[in-house]
């Protein structure tokens, strides 16, 4: 059986913890391999190495640095169709969008690789004659990061790059349900020429291996992807060590269709970011929030749509939604479901585990619409994580901006119009992180900064250059070429 095994200081070993656990095809149940779960010693282990390699690499001229992120550009890029593939048998989602994760990864190796070429700071006239004022970013040591399953490659390149652009060293906690995207990435970061113990792989729980870099004092900073649940947590307890972290968390994305959009543009947005990726985005469109004057003829597009929609083996390229992660899922979607019902909200479409030949064996969620829905609903307000969406009625533009703000998180938004004053007026209201206007919730691109308001996350970014900023220190530095003594806020003002 294929053994997935850590990573510490280049060399490849399972844990001494002797245990492991099972990897499975979401789409079969079938065991793929198992992965090796890590002690609290093995996350000391490879602090030590990121700590060592650290001390070297930050002095690396960062253009240097940025070679090896071109190297890793190109082999990511080389081993595109074999990682889309081991990403499809791990995590399930279909090809075609494992091809666009990958190719997600590539995007951010060539962008942070440039950044080599910039990491700008600022240079600022002095108060005082003769004297030099400047910022400049140092790297703050060693980051952890833990990563979710939804994401494993894209997510993981949107931090760990910025990381080792940045001077950084990395002990990398990847989920445990996708290990083999994770073990390819860091072979490409080995093969690329990376010195060893600046990326280094454990495996395991949250609740061991993700507590043990938490805890470490060693690892300076966590950047963290995944449930609201543990990044409150993650919160806390970091809070109390004075640890920097930056935090990703759920959403409860909305698409706005007001009366004048063109509904089959709209219908194309909505499928594809509530259904893509069977809803397993932490940008999936989880509330479509209709005009009433086309709320009827929305709902019977989107149920013609629906149909249309195969589920099945996201490798088969016919197919358009995958199975759900695991059992788990699968039952808390069809829980949140029956809990709609029971609220008052009516299905349009789907509502069950899919149980026909062939799916049976998998984690497959029918593509769900429920309608009649109202914000106080609990399934209007809690991410569900999953192939389902529901529709929620308002009367103007300001209402559904209301609606869509009335939640919890702030990470993605978007709204269909014709009326660029509506739009510009949905840009400036909408409370999330992302705004979208005449396109779905879900696709945002590498170079623009990935996060969101409220319950999201605690105001860091992902990707684009902000995310520099959870990466780096501002350090200020003053050089007074006067020779004499100078005095800020007393000489210049005497
Ligand atoms: C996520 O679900 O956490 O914007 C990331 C998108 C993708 C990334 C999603 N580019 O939908």
Redesign the pocket.
């Known amino acids: 059986m294929k053994q997935i095994v850590n990573y510490i200081h280049g060399e490849w070993k399972a844990s001494s913890s002797g245990k492991f656990v099972p990897v499975i095809n979401p789409a079969t149940g079938e065991t793929l391999g198992e992965v090796t779960q890590s002690t609290a010693e093995e996350v000391d282990l490879a602090v030590q190495a990121a700590t060592e390699a650290q001390k070297s690499w930050r002095l690396v001229p960062a253009p240097e640095r940025a070679d090896v992120l071109y190297n890793v550009a190109r082999l990511l890029k080389e081993r595109k169709e074999e990682l889309a593939q081991i990403l499809t048998r791990e995590m399930g989602k279909v090809i075609a969008e494992a091809r666009g994760e990958v190719q997600?990864a590539i995007d951010m190796a060539y962008y942070m690789a440039g950044e080599g070429r910039r990491l700008f700071g600022d240079t600022v006239p002095s108060e005082l004659r003769d004297k030099f004022a400047m910022s400049v970013r140092v790297p703050i040591g060693v980051a952890g990061l833990i990563t979710p399953w939804?994401?494993p490659i894209?997510?993981a390149s949107w931090k760990s790059l910025p990381a080792l652009v940045a001077g950084n060293a990395v002990v990398w906690k990847p989920a445990s349900e996708t290990p083999m995207i994770a073990a390819e990435f860091v072979k490409i970061y080995e093969e690329a020429g990376l010195t060893k113990g600046l990326v280094n792989l454990v495996h395991g729980s949250g609740s061991v291996v993700g507590a043990a870099m938490l805890e470490h004092p060693g690892i300076d900073l966590i950047s963290f992807?995944g449930s609201n649940e543990v990044g409150k947590r993650i919160n806390e307890r970091a809070g109390a060590l004075l640890k920097r972290t930056s935090l990703e968390m759920g959403g409860k994305n909305a698409v706005i269709v007001m009366d004048d959009a063109d509904l089959e543009l709209a219908v194309d947005g909505i499928l594809w970011s509530a259904y893509g990726t069977s809803g397993q985005?932490?940008?999936a469109c989880s509330r479509v929030i209709a005009h009433e004057a086309i709320k009827e003829e929305l709902e019977v597009r989107l149920l013609e749509r629906i149909a249309q929609l195969k589920l099945g083996s996201g490798l088969d390229p016919s197919v358009h939604v995958g199975p759900v992660i695991n059992r788990a899922s699968l039952t808390r979607i069809d829980g949140y479901v029956r809990l709609g019902l029971e609220e008052g909200a009516k299905l349009i479409c789907g509502g069950r585990i899919a149980t026909e030949s062939g799916l049976a064996e998998g984690h497959f969620y029918t593509p769900t619409l429920l309608t009649d829905v109202t914000p106080d609903m609990r399934i209007a307000g809690e991410e569900i994580f999953g192939p389902v969406a529901s529709i929620l009625t308002v009367r103007s533009l300001e209402e559904a901006i209301e609606v869509n703000n009335q939640v919890e998180f702030g990470l993605s938004s978007a709204i269909y119009t014709r009326d660029v004053n509506q739009a510009y007026r949905a840009m400036r209201d909408l409370d999330t992180g992302l705004v979208y206007v005449n396109a779905g919730t879900?696709?945002?691109e590498i170079h623009l900064p990935f996060g969101g308001t409220k319950g999201t996350g605690n105001g860091h970014r992902d990707s684009g250059v902000a995310s520099l900023d959870v990466y780096t220190e501002w350090k200020s530095i003053y050089v007074d070429y006067s020779g004499k003594l100078q005095r800020a806020q007393i000489d210049n003002y005497g």
Request: aromatic letters at 8%.
């Open positions: 997600e939804n994401f894209a997510i992807t985005r932490c940008t879900s696709g945002a």
